[in-house]
């Protein structure tokens, strides 16, 4: 069965350095997503990606936050300059045309120190 | 605004059936997403509702009331593999989901 791969499954960075975050996409899907789990938290919305453009963004999803389609598979989010509250899980999900249903990756955890 | 909410955690006996409920309060509604998520791993997709009524998947059912922001989860028999989180999510066309926090449901024996 299909599924969304990303990358690495565990990411450990300093305070102010810019991270990727990696997400390989069902094949044949057309919507991209990133969302962010806190610890403990709610899953919380960042940005969907269509058309190679962003479609919509959350107020989470500000200028220290990007994201990128570089070729047919890859969907990259990048954090510019890490804060300590950017420590969370963050999953990518992809989406058919027409169609609700969401499936989630298994998740990057980004730990800032 | 958005508000969803969900009971923080549930118990229940292994056999048995759970109702988990969640109302929400959005500025624009086009329906309500169901998730599972056991710890440390992604939500997997378990029922969209958009028209009233239940909705019957197997083991696990969903029912939404659209005039009264309401729905339910209900999970029959019981497993220990039931452990898990379970997330309430509306759809609602600005934002493609928002997730309440979660009700985290205990099985036991």
Known sequence: EPEVTQTPSHQVTQMGQEVILRCVPISNHLYFYWYRQILGQKVEFLVSFYNNEISEKSEIFDDQFSVERPDGSNFTLKIRSTKLEDSAMYFCASSALNSYEQYFGPGTRLTVT | ?109
Not at chain 2, 17 to 38: E, K, P, R
Not at chain 2, 57 to 69: I, P, Q, V
Request: aromatic content about 12%; charged content about 15%.
């Open chain 2, 1 to 109: 605004g958005q508000n969803i909410d969900q009971p923080t955690e549930m118990t229940a006996t292994e056999g048995a059936i759970v109702q988990i409920n969640c109302t929400y309060q959005t500025s624009g509604f086009n329906g309500l997403f169901w998730y599972q998520q056991h710890a440390g791993e992604a939500p997997t997709f378990l029922s969209y509702n958009v028209l009233d009524g239940l909705e019957e998947k197997g083991r696990f059912s969903s029912f939404l009331s659209r005039s009264k922001g309401y729905s339910y989860l209900l999970l029959k028999e019981l497993q220990m593999k039931d452990s898990a989180s379970y997330l309430c999510a509306s759809d609602s066309g600005n934002t493609p989901l928002v997730f309440g926090k979660g009700t985290r449901l205990s099985v036991i024996a």
